[in-house]
């Protein structure tokens, strides 16, 4: 028992830092959007653990890269808006684990999940940077859409090809 919690924890403990990495230097494209948010590969090792470990060691997992995201360095207006924006969408990630036989769906679902973490705090706390005749929800929905949505598409794709070429985790 206390073998498998230090496994757990280790395996969580390097997919978060794994993850912070790909963050920093797995850009996909060489785009920092004004206000945060870039297509990486950051997501890959939470969605990875969220199938390979469960959906708990993912929420774990992508907690555990919220809170490192912020020690990193992050866009920081206000607790609330902090919460909405590191820690959450990415333990969000972690419940496509419970879609253990449909890997791109549990994706698909858990991205929409961050996406509207990412979109509340963005209608709520950025509703200063819409251009001026957008609505701020349009704003907030369509700059969020813009790097999550890619990240999310990637990992539908690379997630299944990890998984089949390691052997199971328990």
């Known amino acids: 028992m206390i073998q498998s919690r230090t496994r757990d924890m280790t395996f969580c403990g390097m997919a978060a830092a794994l993850a912070v990495v790909l963050g920093m230097v797995g850009k996909v494209l060489p785009l920092q ?101 957008t609505p701020v929800w349009m704003y907030a929905a369509l700059y969020n859409a813009s790097f999550v949505f890619p990240e999310d598409l990637i990992c539908m794709v690379l997630v299944p090809l990890l998984l089949r070429r390691l052997p199971p985790y328990k």
């Open 33 to 133: 959007l004004p206000q945060g948010g870039s297509i990486t590969l950051e997501t890959l090792p939470i969605l990875f653990m969220a199938y390979w470990g469960g959906w708990r060691l993912g929420v774990l997992t992508g907690f555990l890269d919220g809170v490192l995201q912020l020690v990193f360095g992050a866009f920081i207006f206000h607790p609330i808006q902090v919460v909405l924006d590191y820690p959450l969408p990415f333990a969000l990630l972690g419940f496509a684990g419970l879609f253990s036989g449909q890997i791109r769906l549990g994706i698909l679902v858990a991205s929409v999940f961050r996406w509207c973490s990412h979109f509340v705090s963005g209608f709520v706390f950025f509703a200063e940077y819409a251009p001026e005749g």
